[in-house]
């Protein structure tokens, strides 16, 4: 089975500054990532994901990710933040290739909330 | 396309009582998927569909029940609701396996209270 740790439950940053938002998993088979962005009373909406190639993935709204097998890490980054990225952020992992079925069992994190302070 | 649509958006039912919450998906999605979102807890996967017909149980299957009869419907029910599935709901889509976008669709959620 997969797990997801995001090691922060809250990060303040100020407006304009670089953020970044940490993400571990941990898995005995390959595994496809993702990053959600879930806005005050909304649903969940997908910022990006790594099935493969590159490492460096890049999202919408100016995120991009980066994929480190070795340090099991897929960690959330963006230069300059913005009042409205003030949102929750959830890391997910599911079973990559070989897997009989997509991604029927995504596992997520437990959520980080970035507070963009003005 | 509307996309993923829930209904209630909101709901109250005593200790007891039960209901079902709607999911439907226009996209043709085969897979469907039911979370629940606590605090601190993130999004847990209760039940999920890999077409119609075929359900099987996610990782806190216990207290709802699901079917799957059409590739656009996905309810979930709870049998006798308790304080403990005070929660928000969430249905999900996606594609079947094979399908390179290996995304899933969210719907806007049903906050369920239960007291």
């Known amino acids: 089975a997969q797990s997801v740790t995001q090691l922060d439950s809250q990060v303040p940053v100020f407006e304009e500054a670089p953020v970044e938002l940490r993400c571990n998993y941990s898995s005995s088979v390959s595994v496809y990532l993702f990053w959600y962005v879930q806005y005050p009373n909304q649903g969940l909406q997908l910022l990006l994901k790594?099935?493969?190639?590159?490492?460096l993935v890049k999202g919408i709204n100016g995120f991009e990710a980066e994929f480190n097998k070795s340090q099991t890490s897929f960690h959330l980054r963006k230069p300059s933040v913005h009042i409205s990225d003030t949102a929750e952020y959830f890391c997910?992992?599911?079973?990559?290739?070989?897997?009989?079925?997509?991604?029927?069992?995504?596992?997520f994190g437990t959520g980080t909330r970035l507070t963009i302070i003005p | 396309n509307a996309g993923v649509t829930q209904t209630p958006k909101f709901q109250v039912l005593k200790t007891g009582q039960s209901m079902t919450l709607q999911c439907a998906q226009d996209m043709n999605h085969e897979y469907m998927s039911w979370y629940r979102q606590d605090p601190g807890m993130g999004l847990r996967l209760i039940h999920y569909s890999v077409g119609a017909g075929i359900t099987d149980q996610g990782e806190v299957p216990n207290g709802y029940n699901v079917s799957r009869s059409t590739t656009e419907d996905f309810p979930l029910r709870l049998l006798s609701a308790a304080p403990s599935q005070t929660s928000v709901y969430f249905c999900?889509?996606?594609?079947?396996?094979?399908?390179?976008?290996?995304?899933?669709?969210f719907g806007p959620g049903t906050r369920l209270t239960v007291t």
């Open positions: 790594y099935l493969s190639g590159s490492t």
């Open positions: 999900a889509s996606s594609y079947s396996a094979g399908n390179p976008s290996y995304e899933q669709y």
């Open positions: 997910a992992v599911t079973r990559g290739p070989g897997a009989n079925f997509g991604n029927e069992k995504l596992t």
